[in-house]
């Protein structure tokens, strides 16, 4: 997948009203659920669920549905690399994001501010595969990487990802 999005900086805000963020909290719960189902829930046509959730991925509110899977069943384990670059210049930061792009075990970079200036995100069947695209990685950066921590990650949790879950919890209820 080529989904790239980057946060920080200033936010362009986008005002959306009690519908819409019920719907958000709903698909938030759960993104398989139909508009007509959505619908139901919420006492509304679903033609006007189905032109709502139109509108919130136009203006760029719902960006993806994410299918949330355990890959420890399929064989595949979670890793995470923290790295210290001397300096992140600009065609570096292109340099690191066009490597992690093409590379089909990296599933996550993200630029950080201290102490690491990067995170990238791998799966693989191995750590020696892990281990391998680190190497990758230090060969590419010729000698940028001042350090770097790794970390296995065991068990990943879902927590929320609707920044208004609990408000709308008190207007559902």
């Known amino acids: 997948s080529n989904f790239q999005k980057s946060y920080g900086g200033e936010p362009n805000k986008i005002e959306i009203d009690s519908i819409d963020k019920k719907i958000i ?3 938030n719960q759960n993104s398989r659920l139909t508009n007509s189902e959505i619908g139901i829930k919420l006492n509304l046509n679903y033609k006007t669920i189905q032109l709502r959730i139109k509108k919130m991925e136009e203006r760029g509110i719902i960006e993806a549905y994410r299918t949330w899977m355990d890959f420890s069943k399929l064989g595949v384990s979670y890793y995470k690399a923290m790295i210290k670059l001397k300096k992140l ?3 570096d930061e292109e340099k690191v994001l066009e490597f992690c792009k093409n ?3 990296i599933i996550y970079l993200l630029t950080c ?3 690491w200036d990067i995170e990238m995100e791998v799966q693989s069947e191995s750590e020696k595969i892990f281990l391998e ?3 990758e990685f230090r060969e590419l950066m010729n000698n940028q990487i ?10 990943e949790y ?6 208004f879950s609990r408000e709308l919890l008190k207007i559902l209820k």
């Open 25 to 27: 909290n709903l698909i």
């Open 133 to 135: 695209i680190l190497r």
């Open 89 to 91: 210049e600009k065609d």
């Open 103 to 105: 590379h089909p075990n």
């Open 146 to 155: 001042i350090d770097y921590e790794t970390l296995t990650i065991t068990e």
């Open 158 to 163: 879902k927590l929320d990802y609707c920044p």
């Open 113 to 115: 501010v201290w102490p």
